[in-house]
């Protein structure tokens, strides 16, 4: 499985940005795609994810309403909307696929694949 992160980069506070993660390389449809952030001294810390099989969503409470993540089942790819910036969402953001079907998780070691990270820095 191949993952492809992008669009990342520099965002006012208050600002939006939508990240792409593309995915190739897989033999089943059942999987799921998560989106997760790492800031400088944090923790990996789970954004939405999203089941590939049912389209079922997980976001965090503390991201609902600014962080909306999608998908485009013919392209492979899935979406994370950012709005609302603030410093404190200045991290590196990794795409990864779990190789489950209908279930959703935010808990990285769950992953089986992880992108190369796309940096956002949110500063004026």
């Known amino acids: 499985v191949h993952i492809v992160e992008s669009g990342g980069g520099l965002v006012q506070p208050g600002g939006s940005l939508r990240l792409s993660c593309q995915v190739s390389?897989?033999?089943?449809?059942?999987?799921?795609i998560g989106w997760f952030r790492q800031g400088s001294g944090k923790e990996r810390e789970g954004v939405p994810c999203?089941?590939?099989?049912?389209?079922?969503?997980y976001t965090p409470d503390s991201m609902k309403g600014r962080f909306t993540i999608s998908s485009d089942n013919a392209k492979n790819t899935v979406y994370l909307q950012m709005n609302s910036l603030n410093a404190g969402d200045t991290a590196v953001y990794y795409c990864?696929?779990?190789?489950?079907?209908?279930?959703?998780?935010?808990?990285?070691?769950?992953?089986?694949?992880w992108g190369q990270g796309t940096q956002v820095t949110v500063s004026s």
């Open positions: 390389g897989f033999t089943s449809g059942d999987y799921a």
């Open positions: 990864a696929y779990m190789s489950v079907g209908y279930y959703t998780s935010l808990m990285p070691e769950e992953y089986d694949y």
């Open positions: 999203i089941s590939r099989s049912d389209g079922s969503i």
